[in-house]
């Protein structure tokens, strides 16, 4: 083991790694938020059919994310074992962001299905072996939280990008029609095809790849089973997915939501640019305090925090608004800058857990199976995420919601409100529950990382 990986990499490493999720960012949110409203309002595309599509490109991710996480554990090349994966995905990257958001003439329900599966796919390429590559930068417990963290900052940055190119787009072109227009969804795609490359090259050229330790390999079918076993990495399944199935609720309707029930238009885009800013200052208070409290207890305080602002919102819907509109705004963006401090507390305290879960799957296993991990859960994750999208829009579909209409009824306006804030409350809260159960802390991260040295010591003595 290095010193670097024992302490973590240096600041200007941090920078150079998190740095490529900026263009990830720019062309990630827009695919969750974006998406349907472009599609289905601006491409008119049948809303329901375009839940359905979302769903069923992102269930392809069930087969190429294991896929690709156990080709990338087993690749051994001069270059690495993430580069080769990561920079086959980027083409991917570029040409299905220009064909999805910056299409050429009408586009069909088959244009939709072929072009979103080519960018989870690249997404697929990139992330994996790029999320596995970080889990093993470091070793020890507070350094983990550092790389996740710098990688969450670079995140949150490039989905204030995404926030703001559409409004460019649209300001430059002298169209009203809304952060959805055609002129507001091409600079994601071209912003993409100019950042991703660059991107890629600091990455390549400033972050070293750890060298892999060389264990007995685990068979595919053996492999699954064993990772069900290990009672943490269940737990993160559950409480991931759970959290995922939250969000996509969420943001396939939160659009809709700004402008057909808040009725506050455009404006909704603020509060999204918002959300992500106050994320970028509050994730370094995140990092900290996993380091002090645990990873998974600041985990639990940051959902606490964000449900109890967020579960104000029917108050200003149907109190606020019928009362004083003028305030509806207002309200929304207090609600939502205490949720962005807090947004950034999962994914950081997350990705730095699974390093830890990884440790105990190598000792227990007698594989580094790194790769492996993270594109299980997040196959997992893909699958809530599929269903997410795939039950909000028909829902609010077969409650009688057009988002062609600016005169819905009380029933489909209430199902919209469902979808974008109760039920994903009520699942938000469930995913606190089981992660409050988590068993791995600080002390027993090091006794693993100790036992783990000591193996492959033992190993490395028997040559």
């Known amino acids: 083991m290095t010193p670097e990986e024992e302490t973590g990499p240096s600041r200007g490493r941090l920078i150079a790694y998190g740095q490529i999720v900026v263009p990830l960012a720019v062309i990630g949110l827009p695919v969750a938020i974006y998406i349907p409203p472009f599609y289905s309002q601006t491409l008119g595309i049948d809303l329901a059919l375009v839940g359905f599509i ?8 069930v087969v190429t994310d294991p896929l690709i996480g156990r080709l990338s554990d087993r690749t ?8 080769p994966w990561i920079l086959a995905g980027v083409p991917v990257m570029m040409v299905s962001a220009v064909m999805l958001f910056a299409p050429m003439g009408a586009v069909s ?35 983990r939280n550092r790389i996740t963290g710098s990688r969450e900052i670079f995140l949150l940055a490039g989905l204030l990008i995404a926030i703001t190119l559409p409004i460019i787009g649209a300001f430059m072109a002298g169209e009203q029609d809304g952060a959805a227009s055609k002129a507001a969804m091409a600079p994601l795609a071209w912003f993409t095809v100019l950042l991703l490359p660059v991107c890629t090259f600091v990455l390549f050229r400033y972050v070293p790849e750890p060298t892999p330790h060389e264990y007995k390999h685990v068979p595919f079918a053996s492999g699954v089973r064993k990772a069900l076993k290990n ?3 269940r737990l993160i399944l559950v409480t991931s997915s759970l959290g995922a199935l939250a969000g996509s609720i969420n943001a396939g309707v939160a659009i809709l939501f700004y402008e057909h029930l808040a009725g506050i238009g455009k404006a909704g885009t603020i509060l999204i640019f918002a959300l992500f800013a106050a994320g970028v200052v509050g994730s370094p208070f995140w990092v900290t305090l996993g380091g002090r409290i645990g990873k998974h207890m600041a985990i639990v305080v940051a959902g606490v925090i964000s449900m109890a602002a967020f579960a104000c919102v029917p108050v200003v819907i149907y109190w606020v608004k019928p009362q004083a509109p003028e305030l509806v705004f207002w309200c929304l963006l207090g609600i939502t800058l205490l949720q962005g401090i807090t947004i950034g507390a999962a994914p950081i305290m997350g990705a730095s857990i699974m390093a830890d879960v990884v ?14 991990l993270f594109s299980f859960m997040s196959m997992v994750r893909k699958i809530f995420e599929a269903v997410g999208v795939g039950i909000a829009l028909p829902v ?22 469902a979808m974008y804030c109760l039920v994903p409350l009520v699942l938000w809260l469930a995913s606190i529950l089981v992660i409050s159960r988590y068993p791995i802390t600080k002390e027993r991260q090091v006794r693993l990382r100790t036992a783990l040295e000591k193996k492959l010591a033992r190993q490395a003595a028997k040559g």
Do not use: K, V
């Open 109 to 143: 329900s088959g244009y939709l299905l072929l072009w979103i599966c080519a960018i989870y796919f690249g997404f697929t390429l990139i992330t994996i072996p790029y999320g596995a590559w970080g889990a093993e930068l470091a070793t020890e417990y507070h350094a």
């Open 396 to 417: 609010i579909s077969w409650a009688g919601f057009n988002p062609q209409s600016d005169h819905n009824s009380s029933t489909a306006l209430f199902a919209l409100l």
């Open 359 to 372: 440790d105990l799957d190598t000792l227990r296993n007698g594989e580094q199976r790194t790769a492996f």
């Open 76 to 83: 051994r090349t001069r270059w690495g074992r993430r580069r």
């Open 54 to 61: 979302l769903m069923l490109a992102r269930l392809s991710d």
């Open 231 to 233: 009672g943490p990495f």
